[in-house]
């Protein structure tokens, strides 16, 4: 079908890309036979990292950046995009048949404009009816005067406004209106006031509908809160309940175990009581037979005195009047004596109350969001009031897991209303934090809590990149995408689902070895190949190169936003150079050759920390060690050994937003304190050959990203 014949049955959306919704450029054909253009599908993957189909959501995860620009280019969509912009680049102001209305319509075949009215008539002749016409856009407003009504030949000239009727010079009521007296104006001076007021009128309208649409979010955020509310309350009140069964049981099994004790005492008396009363009755009963048989024996009367002697021992004891108390005094006869005011608190109180009193507290903006923190890493929220009026409060806090394990917290005032609560949760899984003023929730409580296990999450395989050497150094772009360089000219990127995005390309006389970003949208690197310092933008295009001719192997390095200086470690020249970031001058090098404390041998890795002293990584001399910012020697941080704890070849180094050092070192990562007392060990034993490169990917959770060199790969630790 010719180009011609296919307008016939062309919709204007057919030529849309329904990305950017604007007229299709450079148009490409998915698998899923759905064109676009190729910088909205360019973008599209910039965005998201892969290509799903607008408008069939099929999922096309085996294209890459490269691989956009090789899709087929869909010709015949390109030919009428060509042809239709050129049909309507040349349309003409008026039709070419009558020589008066605006054009509406392109005959191909005549290769004429026509305007509506025409077109009824080209349709009717049978030789002209078949034609292909294609409808153009009206994107030219019709800015001649109105024609009269009564007179279709004369533009309407004036309007009365005490009528509120238009006319022409042959209109015989102007006139009339002028004879009158009336307000007459010229016609476009009232149509100029009548487009102002009617303007006005759409302001106020959109003003109203923005207010109106405002106003139906804010009930329906409302409602959904409310909803949340609800939902709180009764949670709180399973807690609630779950709390005081817990605690009655609790009580329950105390006096359960009181009972114990009472009754095993008491058998105890009983037994002891019984034991001395079948111990007279086996005298009692030995003594009868005897005194039996002595029956009738007078000569016996001494040895009856004895017996009889026996007997009234145990008679005084036994036939006394107290006796039976003295058996059963010590028994005791336990009672269980009811809480008298619980059924009045429970009538009273029940287990709490539901409250419609606003609470004048609420969870900052930046907490309202599910916080996702590692196992054990403190994490705090603070907690604003609405109110400028509100003063010190006090405020409770849970901290709760799905099983009822809780967590300590601690709350701690900042004046003005304002709260930092801190906490930490031992074990992964599901929390939340309960919040609570007056037995009230404050709003947006509770506060959901998310905590990931430690150890390995991911591993990223650059074998499969083919990459020329070993992975060197990762960092973060401004964009959060990681970037992995490799000691040449190979640089990948991945986004932060670790999913591949794209090649950057740099130029081939470069070999990108440890990198650093500025935070102002530049990045510098150190060039492996041709021993200098490149500062480039976030595309990595090169804008200068700092320390040609003074760095020998520029390996590790970082930059004070503050003072803008750059410190590059160059293990072969024995020191750290210190550099003008912005206009590439030296300014200083901190260190020289040596073992002692304060020389420095090989340094590969250097950090700095709040307060701006350097933290330096001697690969040689297996240690860390801090100067202050001119090159002073503060502190030994952390000697050499293969034991964890301890360095063995460190290669680079890295501080966290609480001020703790990440050490990379031969088959190892390692966390310590600001003080250098170990802390952790971040990897597993096997996990890691030869780290170097590390950037930290988030604080919350606490993750970090290291290079593992010689296995050409990524791994990615919460920590």
């Known amino acids: ?48 990292g892969k290509i799903k189909c607008p408008k069939c959501c099929t999922l096309h995860d085996e294209l890459n950046q490269v691989d956009l620009k090789d899709l087929t280019t869909n010709e015949m969509l390109s030919d009428q995009v060509e042809y239709v912009e050129k049909i309507e680049s040349e349309k003409p102001t008026k039709c070419l048949s009558c020589d008066d209305n605006q054009p509406e319509y392109y005959c191909s075949e005549c290769q004429m404009y026509l305007c509506g009215q025409c077109i009824h008539q080209h349709k009717i002749i049978p ?39 238009s006319g022409c010079k042959k209109c015989e009521y102007v006139l009339r209106c002028y004879q009158n007296e009336h307000n007459v104006v010229p016609y476009m001076i009232a149509v100029d006031e009548f487009n102002q007021n009617a303007r006005k009128v759409i302001k106020t309208a959109e003003e109203i509908k923005g207010k109106l649409k405002a106003t139906r979010d804010t009930i329906t955020k409302e409602s959904s809160d409310f909803k949340s509310r609800i939902q709180i309350c009764r949670t709180a009140i399973r807690l609630q309940e779950k709390n005081i069964m817990k605690k009655i049981q609790e009580k329950s099994r105390a006096m359960m175990t009181d009972l114990d004790k009472i009754e095993k005492e008491n058998e105890e008396v009983v037994d002891d009581r019984v034991k001395n009363i079948d111990s007279k009755l086996i005298k009692v009963n030995e003594m009868s037979p005897l005194i039996n048989t002595m029956m009738n024996k007078p ?28 058996i059963f005094k010590k028994i005791i006869t336990p009672t269980f004596i009811p809480a008298k005011n619980l059924d009045k608190v429970i009538n009273l109180d029940g287990i709490g109350k539901i409250s419609n009193a606003e609470c004048p507290y609420e969870v900052s903006d930046k907490d309202k969001e599910p916080i996702t923190v590692t196992k054990g890493q403190p994490f705090e929220v603070k907690v604003v009031s609405s109110s400028v009026r509100n003063k010190k409060s006090h405020l409770s806090t849970t901290l709760i897991n799905e099983a009822g394990e809780e967590s300590i917290t601690t709350v701690k005032h900042q004046g003005s209303g304002e709260y930092k609560i801190k906490g930490r949760c031992h074990k992964e899984g599901e929390w939340k934090m309960m919040i609570t003023t007056g037995g009230v929730h404050i709003k947006s409580s509770p506060v959901d809590i998310k905590v990931e296990a430690l ?48 090649r950057i390309e740099v130029p081939e006389y470069v070999n990108v070895y440890r990198m650093h970003q500025i935070g102002d949208g530049h990045i510098v690197y150190s060039d492996f190949l041709n021993k200098n310092v490149v500062m480039c933008d976030d595309q990595f295009q ?70 701006g002293n350097l933290i330096i990584a001697e690969f040689g ?69 030869v780290p170097g490169g590390l950037t930290l990917i988030s604080n919350r959770p606490r993750r970090v990203a290291v290079a593992n060199k010689e296995t050409k790969n990524v791994k990615i630790y919460n920590y």
């Open 1 to 48: 079908m010719s180009k011609q014949k296919a307008l016939q049955f062309l919709d204007k959306h057919d030529l849309e890309c329904a990305i950017c919704l604007e007229r299709l450029t450079e148009p490409k054909t998915l698998e899923c036979l759905h064109s676009y253009c190729l910088h909205c599908l360019q973008g599209l993957f910039k965005t998201r």
């Open 542 to 611: 090169q804008i200068c190169t700092i320390g040609q001719g003074t760095l020998k192997d520029p390996r590790g390095l970082t930059v004070n936003k503050e003072t803008r200086t750059m410190y590059v470690a160059d293990p072969e020249c024995h020191c750290v150079f210190k550099f003008n970031v912005d206009n590439g001058r030296l300014v200083g090098k901190i260190g020289s050759h040596g073992s002692r404390m304060g020389k420095i041998d090989q340094p590969e890795g250097a950090t700095l920390t709040k307060n």
């Open 299 to 326: 000569d016996e009367r001494e040895t009856l005195k004895s017996h009889e002697a026996n007997v009234n021992v145990v008679k005084d004891e036994v036939l006394k009047p107290n006796f039976d108390e003295s």
């Open 455 to 502: 150890g390995l999450v991911h591993t990223i395989d650059i074998e499969q990149f083919k990459m020329s050497e070993q992975v060197a150094d990762v960092i973060l772009d401004k964009d959060g995408c990681i970037i992995v360089s490799s000691f040449s000219k190979d640089l990948l990127k991945f986004n932060q689902e670790y999913s591949f995005i794209s």
């Open 127 to 165: 030789v002209l009816k078949d034609h292909s016409l294609y409808k153009l856009d009206k994107n030219v407003v019709d800015d001649l005067p109105n024609k009269c009504k009564i007179h279709g030949d004369c533009m309407l000239e004036f309007y009365c406004k005490t009528c509120s009727k």
């Open 621 to 689: 001399n297996s240690r860390i060690q801090m100067f202050d910012a001119n090159g002073k020697f503060i502190r030994f941080l952390v000697g050499s050994g293969v034991e964890d704890g301890y360095v063995n070849g460190p290669y680079n180094i890295t501080t966290d937003s609480d001020e703790n050092m990440l050490v990379s070192s031969y088959n190892k990562l390692q966390l310590f304190d600001k003080n250098g007392v170990f802390i952790k060990r971040i990897d597993a034993y096997g996990d890691l050959n």
